[in-house]
Structure formats: C-alpha cells, structure tokens
C-alpha cells in the first residue's frame, strides 16, 4: 500500500532556546561596538590633524642641562621619522648625519653663510695671505672651514685647515690653491676653524668657539 506524501512541519525551536542564544551574544554585540567606536574616534583625529610642521628656535644658545657641556640644546620642534622639521629647503643630510660628509655634495652650501673669517698672520710660508672661514649651514645645522688661497702640500709642505670639535672628531682639509673645506659636523656641539702648521701640525690661528 502506498501512503501519500506528506511534507514535514519544520519544527519551531522553543521560545526558551531562543532567548538564551540571544542573550548570549549580547555581551560580543556590545563589544563589538565599542571597539567600531574607538577605531572611529582614532580615523577621525588623523585625518584632522594637521600635517604642517612646527616652528623651530634655532638659537646659539649653549646648554648644560644634558650632563655635556659641548651639546647644544635641541630645540622643540615635531618629529618626522628620527629627524626635526626645519623647513622646506632640500638637503641631503642633518645634524649629525651630516657629521663627515661634502657640504657640496649635500647641498648644504647653497644656504650657507661664514660665522667668523681671519687672515692668516703666522709664519708659515706656505698659508699666507691665506682665509679661513668657519661656515654655516641652517639648513643642515651642520658646520665647516672653508679657505682660499694656502700652498699646502702633504709632508712637504705641511699646513691644513682644520674644524675643531668639541666632544666631537676633528676635520682636517688642505688648503693649496683657490677655495677648499673640511668636511662637515653637527652644530650641536661647540665647534671652531683653525690652522695647523709645521711637522707636528701645530695650532696657529683659530676662530672663537661657536
């Protein structure tokens, strides 16, 4: 005998089942909005704010406060990565990654401006009439010596230039015909251009700490 078919009834759950299940999500519904809310809240403040860069005291004011008497105050400015923002102008290194690079090459020199500058007035025959500029770039926050003029010639003639470094390495550069310079350091540190003369490479002529 063949019965006809007859579709099943789907079953309704309980109304005790369901209301369980509901309450039980509950707590990761609410979690779940407040966690849409922060990262909401979070968006929000970045697209705000503003990407202009903060102004900078450059000053030549020296300070002791870090514990070394030859570092510079660093000035307050916002962060960009591991550098401070300065301005616009491009360059190729700052402060102390600048420490024994080219100005030229970094482009430091086209702001640079000369600090201190003196004539040679020692008696080796070989810088007279020979100038010493200690140079300075803001831009890079970097210093160097650059002279014109000098004959100076490895131990034949033995004379340099040299930008002394407090607390920092010594850059020497050659002076021996038309314009030359040492390479750079961070002016962070209290910096000066001087000559050296004779075999022992002797001081003989310096600016002023700056």
């Not at 922060?38 to 697209?47: D, Q, R």
Request: proline share 5%.
């Amino acid at each position: 005998m063949i019965l006809p078919y007859r579709a099943r009834k789907p079953q309704e759950p309980s109304g005790g089942n369901e209301m369980s299940s509901r309450a039980s999500w509950r707590p990761v519904r609410r979690s779940l909005r407040v966690e849409l809310l922060s990262l909401l809240v979070v968006v929000t403040s970045l697209m705000s704010a503003s990407p202009a860069a903060a102004s900078v005291d450059y000053s030549y004011t020296h300070s002791t406060e870090s514990g070394d008497p030859w570092l510079r105050a660093q000035p307050s400015a916002s962060l960009r990565g591991d550098e401070y923002l300065y301005d616009d102008t491009e360059v190729l290194c700052y402060r102390s990654s600048c420490n024994g690079q080219d100005p030229e090459e970094m482009e430091c020199a086209n702001d640079a401006r000369s600090l201190e500058s003196f004539w040679y007035e020692g008696s080796s025959p070989w810088l007279q009439s020979t100038l010493l500029e200690l140079r300075y770039s803001s831009a890079c926050d970097a210093a160097w010596v650059r002279t014109t003029g000098g004959d100076c010639f490895d131990v034949w003639r033995p004379c340099v230039s040299a930008l002394q470094v407090s607390g920092g390495e010594e850059q020497m550069g050659g002076p021996d015909g038309g314009q030359n310079w040492t390479r750079m350091w961070s002016f962070r540190y209290y910096v000066r251009g001087c000559f050296r003369s004779g075999v022992d490479l002797q001081l003989d002529g310096c600016t002023a700490w700056r």
